[in-house]
């Protein structure tokens, strides 16, 4: 069974842009949550759907946003880039009370 | 609202011998999951180990046990025989049993950086 794919690995942004980040949960998940990871921070939670649904939601400005479609890949926005904003984005699938799944992240440097 | 404290920011062993990892959760659920997590260089989070609070047998997962102190809110990583290969930063993570319409996001602490020395 293929593992969670994050698309792409890697991204350079200027300030002021945006950015759509890419996930494929494993087969059968229907929950996709991400994180963001920074040496600073470690990991915080930005968000979870679940068919389709924003299931739970971290404290992050609205700037960042997500969908998720029937599919249950999803993805990540995050509109007018700040400096702050670089980091590894890691998604994660689950089913039920599995463990999150993990992919291999994207890191995003804002510059 | 649940916490995750890992202890240690960094640690450094020699090949071959055991270490212990400390985590510490706060929480009011009687029911909930505990994770361990490794994510090497590679980047990629890998699950090491769950343990089920209801369980009271501590997991194991071949060099990998954990110590689950339910009454102290305490959940240890041991890892024996350590290998080069165990060089990661580890995660402790606490997931209450999902349910509809309720704050059940899973809640990771800062991890710990092992280093496995040659």
């Known amino acids: 069974k293929a593992g969670v794919t994050q698309t792409p690995r890697y991204l350079i942004k200027t300030r002021g842009q945006q950015v759509t980040l890419s996930c494929s949960p494993i087969s059968g998940h229907r929950s996709v949550s991400w994180y963001q990871q920074t040496p600073g921070q470690g990991l915080q939670f930005l968000f979870e759907?679940?068919?389709?649904?924003?299931?739970n939601k971290g404290n992050f400005p609205g700037r960042f946003s997500g969908r998720q479609f029937s599919n249950s890949r999803s993805e990540m926005n995050v509109s007018t880039l700040e400096l702050g904003d670089s980091a590894l984005y890691l998604c994660a699938s689950s089913y039920l009370n599995s463990p999150l799944h993990f992919g291999n992240g994207t890191r995003l440097t804002v510059t | 609202a649940q916490t995750v404290t890992q202890s240690q920011p960094e640690m450094s062993v020699q090949e071959a011998e055991t270490v212990t990892l400390s985590c510490t959760y706060d929480t009011s659920e009687n029911n909930y999951y505990l994770f361990w997590y490794k994510q090497p260089p590679s980047r990629q989070m890998i699950l090491v180990i769950r343990q089920e609070a209801y369980k009271q047998q501590n997991a194991t997962e071949n060099r990998f046990s954990v110590n689950f102190q339910k009454a102290a809110k305490s959940f240890s990583l041991k890892i024996s025989d350590s290998q080069l290969g165990d060089t990661a930063m580890y995660f402790c993570?606490?997931?209450?049993?999902?349910?509809?319409?309720?704050?059940?996001?899973?809640?990771f602490g800062k991890g710990t950086r092992l280093h496995i020395l040659p």
């Open positions: 759907y679940f068919s389709e649904t924003q299931r």
């Open positions: 993570a606490f997931m209450k049993p999902r349910e509809p319409n309720r704050d059940d996001k899973i809640i």
